[in-house]
């Protein structure tokens, strides 16, 4: 998870990308295998942040380790605390295998990264180009994304009706269990139903769900007994190769030709049909590791899913410029749609339908944050963004969902003296369960877990006095 | 001394005055402590939850149909 | 999972834009390349050319949205030999599973067409390289790329992660000074504080340059004279990488000292002492009656007065005329005063 701490310049710290935790989680050795492709190891420096790339490029043509005071002299004293999080990060990759005394990268990542910006080595781990088949041509560039957008769109839109099958495709069962798996979506009377989680995950861009998506599968693949070294290596590989651009599958390894299925699904390769032993990367696979928008704009007159399209009045009336059904579904979870142009889309923002949002789990920070990322430019005229007025009674309304709160307990009373009730009453406080008490009345309400151990003091308490 | 088993419920004095006024038709109040805490039948939970958001229901105005 | 703030994971990590002008004056190459003890290190132009390109792929591995323009100073040309806006597809017999396409690309199109202009040119000797003319074309090709993609930014067809911010031009120097270029070199260093283009050179081979000293102090750059030619690839990663926000974090050696001496106007001579209109500033060796640029007249009898009562030029230290440089203990910083900046921060 990437830190949730603002980036102000130099003093802090910048947020990571969502796959180095995950990375800096797993052992050396897992590590250090991956650092063998040069592939991997470029692809996992384009996610380390700028003062990180530094570091490793200093040190990368060295051949001898550098003292630490030697590299700590290069660092402006506004700069202390970054290159120290910087060294510890590297450290935690093991590409900086931390030390008091010298500063020297891992030798496995030094070498392939060496072959990486030459060019070099013998491991093919940029994928193995063929050349143009013609008589069985692949798809262009243009059908590439749209294959991709419609591959994507068709698992998001799955989320957002909830299985309702208004989209008429559905995603494979591979998908769906993974969505099941990640939380994104829970098994509610039978169906598949989105939850708090996955409204999150419909706010985000479209790289962090990417990521987020592969993470999950990445956690996936260890329980499938799948190499967890061969499964990211063809993720990185993937994002170095060039969109357009057919390559064979004859390279891969079992464990690779295994993941060929998942990658369709997920719109990040296309295959001619499912045996082809050749594939094609699409813009989806190819910025994995940038950030360049991943899904084309759209050609229409409405904007892509990553600009802003909504507009939100004082008197609670939504218009979202779009035509992407994706859009008007996530719209519909909260809103009241009313009226439905080519381009338009109009709707308001009752309590009806934020309560029915509320219940589905989804938050009313949820909502406003959407609304403000989605935000239409002319909006951006407005201070603050949205109006205050809506965003104070969408809070409201959650709030009036919490008005009775209830905890389950045992309420003590009639106690025989004051003596007796505070000891009692100390004894439980020492447990933390209580809930509630008042002393002019001589009772309290304890949780229940506690009132095993209560029962238990009191007895031991009467049979010791007899 | 006693330890009675119930549910605590925590809420401003108004939504304990319709609870109180709910509880004539039909008891469940084991104890009431002060102006925000009321302890209730265990089983009885539920139902009250749906029978409060009834009655506050009564006093919220939509503007459906515009 | 991820943090509800998508836009502001990658504010503090913006593309950055590196344009690299060469210096491929055939004469100086020949005199670098020559063994001890002509010099202590000597470095060729191929062994430059493979340093180089290892660090051109360096800068576009370390963002997939970097951009590099390479611009060569011939003599008596300068042209473009990359630019990753105006990359041709390659055919695919040039890619191969060990290397990354961008980089292979790269590199085979700068090494190409150095060898097509090293191959036209004449015999003839004493032309210098047009090195100005290659800083001029760096600067307007910035312009443009910064224009597109700012538009492109309010017309919100690009995020606002993807606008190029601090662009950098680095040049890789092996000629000396040129007089006649002063002044097209002060017209390129303005347009370069306008464009907020930070300027950064790395002086290989040959004499000190002033004016290249003067364009680096101007535009927040560096000035790195070699000393250890053959740990070029160590020089350019360690000092010229790091776009100028990492900059403030991990600190970039700069001058001390820096000569700040001017070319007069009109006879390109390098003076230390001049004339100077009090309109338009331009310099001038000796009096002149009327200023050439913005045609100011003078009252000559006055010059006159002042030019006859000037000092005489003080007994010269290394055959140089004195200088006057910002720390006023003269003589021309020499490679080895060149010092890291301490943490109380540099003298720019």
């Not at chain 1, 996936?220 to 590989?237: C, T």
């Not at chain 1, 910025?287 to 409405?302: D, G, K, N, Q, V």
């Not at chain 3, 690009?158 to 606008?163: G, K, R, V």
């Not at chain 3, 004499?207 to 102090?217: G, I, N, P």
């Amino acid at each position: 998870m990437p830190a949730a701490v603002v980036p102000d310049l130099n003093t802090s710290l910048p947020t990571q990308h969502t796959l180095i935790p995950f990375l800096q989680s797993q052992s050396q050795n897992t590590l250090t295998r991956l650092y063998q492709k040069p592939s991997s190891c470029l692809a996992i420096f384009r996610l380390l942040a700028p003062l990180e790339r530094q570091l490793v490029m200093n040190l990368l043509w060295l051949e001898s380790a550098i003292p630490v005071a030697t590299m700590a002299a290069w660092v402006a004293r506004d700069g202390k605390k970054l290159y120290d999080a910087a060294v510890v990060n590297l450290g935690n990759l093991h590409i900086l295998p931390s030390s008091m005394v010298k500063l020297a990268l891992n030798s496995t990542f030094k070498t392939s990264f060496r072959h990486a910006i030459t060019g070099g080595g013998t491991s093919g781990s940029f994928g193995v180009p063929v050349e143009k088949d013609d008589k069985r041509p692949a798809l262009d560039l243009g059908a590439l994304d749209s294959y991709a957008l419609e591959r994507w769109e068709t698992i998001l839109h799955y989320m957002v009706s909830s299985g309702s099958g208004q989209y008429p495709s559905k995603p494979s069962q591979g998908v769906l269990y993974l969505l099941q798996r990640s939380g994104l979506m829970a098994n509610i009377h039978g169906a598949l139903q989105i939850t708090s989680f996955g409204f999150q995950f419909l706010l985000n861009s479209p790289h962090e769900q990417l990521w987020n998506l592969l993470l999950q599968y990445l956690h996936m693949a260890e329980e499938r007994q799948m190499d967890l070294v061969e499964v990211l290596s063809f993720l990185f590989m993937l994002s170095t190769m060039e969109l357009g651009r057919e390559y064979s599958t004859e390279h891969l390894s079992e464990t690779q030709k295994a993941m060929l299925e998942d990658l369709r699904d997920y719109g990040l390769i296309w295959q001619r049909k499912p045996n082809s032993r050749r594939f094609n990367p699409t813009r989806l696979a190819t910025t994995l590791t940038s950030s360049s928008p991943p899904l084309p704009t759209s050609t229409t007159t409405s904007s892509g899913p990553a600009e802003g399209f909504i507009i939100l009045e004082t008197n609670y009336r939504l218009y979202a410029y779009t035509d992407n059904p994706l859009q008007t579904a996530v719209l519909n979870l909260f809103v009241t749609l009313k009226y439905r142009f080519p381009n338009l889309v109009v709707g308001t923002i009752t309590r009806d339908s934020v309560k029915k949002a509320l219940q589905s789990g989804i938050s009313s920070d949820q909502i406003i944050s959407y609304l403000s990322t989605h935000a239409h430019p002319q909006m951006r005229k407005n201070n603050p963004l949205l109006p205050v007025t809506v965003q104070d009674q969408i809070r409201l309304w959650e709030l009036e969902k919490n008005r009775l709160k209830s905890q389950e307990g045992y309420l003590y009373t009639a106690f025989a003296s004051q003596a007796d009730y505070e000891l009692v009453l100390n004894y439980a406080k020492q447990l933390n369960t209580v809930l509630w008490e008042n002393t002019a009345k001589r009772c309290f309400f304890g949780s229940l877990d506690g009132h095993a151990n209560i029962r238990g003091f009191i007895e031991r308490r009467t049979g010791a006095t007899g | 001394m006693r330890a009675i088993k119930g549910v605590l419920l925590q809420c401003d004095p108004a939504v304990k005055q319709i609870l109180l006024a709910m509880n004539e038709k039909q008891s469940f109040i084991i104890e009431e402590l002060d102006d925000y805490h009321l302890v209730i039948k265990a089983d009885e939970e539920y139902r009250i939850r749906r029978e409060l958001e009834a009655e506050l229901e009564k006093n919220t105005y939509s503007l459906e149909g515009s | 999972m991820s943090s509800a703030r998508p836009a502001q994971a990658v504010a503090t990590d913006k593309p950055s834009h590196l344009s690299v002008i060469v210096d491929l004056s055939p004469s100086q190459w020949h005199l670098s390349s020559q063994p001890p003890p002509a010099n202590t290190f000597p470095l060729t132009l191929n062994s430059f050319l493979s340093q180089l390109l290892a660090f051109l792929n360096s800068h576009i591995a370390s963002k997939h949205e970097n951009t590099l323009a390479v611009f060569g100073a011939f003599p008596g040309k300068s042209l473009m030999l990359y630019a990753s806006t105006e990359s041709e597809t390659i055919n695919p017999s040039a890619v191969d599973a060990n290397s990354y396409p961008p980089f292979k690309m790269l590199d085979s199109t700068i090494i190409k067409r150095i060898e097509n202009e090293l191959d036209q040119l004449d015999t003839e000797e004493g032309i210098p390289v047009a090195l100005v003319g290659a800083l001029t074309k760096a600067l307007c090709y910035i312009n443009r790329i910064s224009h597109f993609s700012a538009a492109n930014v309010s017309k919100a067809k690009l995020p606002d992660s993807l606008t190029i911010s601090d662009p950098h031009i680095l040049i890789l120097s092996v000629s000396p000074d040129l007089s006649a270029e002063y002044i097209p070199i002060m017209n390129s260093i303005f347009s370069a504080q306008k464009l907020r283009v930070t300027i950064d050179v790395c002086k290989i081979y040959g004499t000190e340059t002033v004016f290249l000293q003067q364009a680096a102090h101007l535009t927040g750059g560096s000035y790195i004279s070699l000393e250890r030619r053959d740990a070029l690839l160590q020089y350019l990663t360690m000092a010229f990488l790091s776009p100028p926000s990492i900059r403030k974090a991990l600190s970039v050696p700069t001058q001390d000292k820096i000569d700040f001496r001017a070319a007069c106007f009109c006879h390109k001579k390098i003076i230390d002492i001049g004339f100077v209109c009090s309109v338009c500033l331009s310099i001038f060796c000796q009096p002149v009656p009327v200023c050439s640029t913005c045609r100011t007249k003078f009252p000559i009898k006055i010059l006159q007065r002042l030019n006859a009562s000037r000092p005489p030029p003080t007994p010269l230290r290394n055959g140089l005329s004195r200088t006057t440089s910002m720390s006023g203990t003269g003589g021309l910083p020499h490679s080895g005063s060149i010092r890291t900046s301490s943490s109380n921060g540099t003298l720019r």
